[in-house]
Nanobody, 127 residues
Framework: QVQLVESGGGSVQAGGSLRLSCVAS?????????????MSWYRQAPGKEREFISA???????NYADPVKGRFTISQDNAQTTVYLQMNSLQPEDTAMYYC????????????????WGQGTLVTVSS
């Protein structure tokens, strides 16, 4: 099965920065010829629904949710097994559990796609 390990969360004052990392390993059980496709970040604050933050595709294209545009930057390593989220100018409203999601695509024995989720890393921003 796919394993996602997130790190980089913590507590920071408003205006500070953090960099989150998510490392993917393994693939869907029973399948081969697998690869990681789109990698993305979501967050969920207490009492709120999980919301999309940012995503990066295999061609390097990126997109961001409006609340983080200009402040957050998503990137990945050349092997496309690790995704990062550089968070600058953090504000209290950014406080949330941040989750990594990776699309896993396998070709054998038949084409298959699934979403793998990490356990989350907590980001707390104080004023």
């Amino acid at each position: 099965q796919v394993q996602l390990v997130e790190s980089g969360g913590g507590s920071v004052q408003a205006g500070g920065s953090l960099r989150l990392s998510c490392v993917a390993s393994g693939y869907t059980s029973g399948y081969t010829y697998c690869t990681y496709d789109m990698m993305s970040w979501y967050r969920q604050a207490p009492g709120k629904e999980r919301e999309f933050i940012s995503a990066i595709d295999t061609d390097g294209s990126t997109n961001y949710a409006d609340p983080v545009k200009g402040r957050f930057t998503i990137s990945q390593d050349n092997a496309q097994t690790t995704v990062y989220l550089q968070m600058n100018s953090l504000q209290p409203e950014d406080t949330a559990m941040y989750y990594c999601k990776v699309e896993v695509i396998c070709l054998k024995p038949r084409p298959n796609k699934e979403d793998a989720w990490g356990q989350g890393t907590l980001v707390t921003v104080s004023s």
